[in-house]
T-cell receptor
Framework: DTAVSQTPKYLVTQMGNDKSIKCEQNLGHDTMYWYKQDSKKFLKIMFSYNNKELIINETVPNRFSPKSPDKAHLNLHINSLELGDSAVYFC????????????????FGPGTRLLVL | QQQVKQSPQSLIVQKGGISIINCAYE??????FPWYQQFPGKGPALLIAIRPDVSEKKEGRFTISFNKSAKQFSLHIMDSQPGDSATYFCAANPGTYKYIFGTGTRLKVLA
């Protein structure tokens, strides 16, 4: 069984469209994350959720709206897609609980490759 | 202060050689330093991690050396193999629910 899964794997769309990426983890973790990896491989955190609540929003444009319907799922909706949104988006999870994710292994999904034309 | 600087950007090593990747940080609040390995088309995966109360941690061919006073840490891959060819990221945990990643090092091990 895949620990952290994402759908779709590839997403090609036109500028201005709205799209969603879904993430699910079956590890029983409390904390989930969204990362953006650009063409230079730079990996930057976007959001952290703990027990369905937003903990960290790293100055991400409000066109990006994460939603966590339950602890096992964290989806990312992107409105009005721009060329600069083209990247690989990774979902990750960690056990957390009272540690706040400190000193914990993060388990990454396989990524969603988004290309905005 | 929230940065982790990683070097080199890319590295080519002969099979059997030693690969060394360096990272430096400024924020003394960072208290956990993992290294992640990423193969093409895959998500990063934890390779090895260290806390600043030890100066070295070894797991198989992979060793982290940590210099707390210099605020630097490095990954050594001994007897490098072609299967080690990947992108390596150092990271630091500056607080709850947050990791800062280095810029990555693309390692290529020649057969």
């Amino acid at each position: 069984d895949t620990a952290v899964s994402q759908t779709p794997k590839y997403l090609v769309t036109q500028m201005g469209n709205d799209k969603s990426i879904k993430c699910e983890q079956n590890l029983g973790h409390d904390t989930m994350y969204w990362y953006k990896q650009d063409s230079k491989k730079f990996l930057k955190i976007m959001f952290s959720y703990n027990n369905k609540e937003l903990i960290i929003n790293e100055t991400v444009p409000n066109r990006f709206s994460p939603k966590s319907p339950d602890k096992a799922h964290l989806n990312l909706h992107i409105n009005s897609l721009e060329l600069g949104d083209s990247a690989v988006y990774f979902c990750a999870s960690s056990r957390s609980g009272t540690s706040g994710g400190f000193g914990e292994t993060q388990y990454f999904g396989p990524g969603t490759r988004l290309l905005v034309l | 202060q929230q940065q982790v600087k990683q070097s080199p950007q890319s590295l080519i090593v002969q099979k059997g050689g030693i690969s060394i990747i360096n990272c430096a940080y400024e924020n003394t609040a960072f208290d956990y330093f993992p290294w992640y390995q990423q193969f093409p088309g895959k998500g990063p995966a934890l390779l090895i991690a260290i806390r600043p109360d030890v100066s070295e941690k070894k797991e198989g061919r992979f060793t982290i050396s940590f210099n707390k006073s210099a605020k630097q840490f490095s990954l050594h891959i001994m007897d490098s193999q072609p299967g080690d060819s990947a992108t390596y990221f150092c990271a630091a945990n500056p607080g709850t629910y947050k990791y800062i990643f280095g810029t990555g090092t693309r390692l290529k091990v020649l057969a």
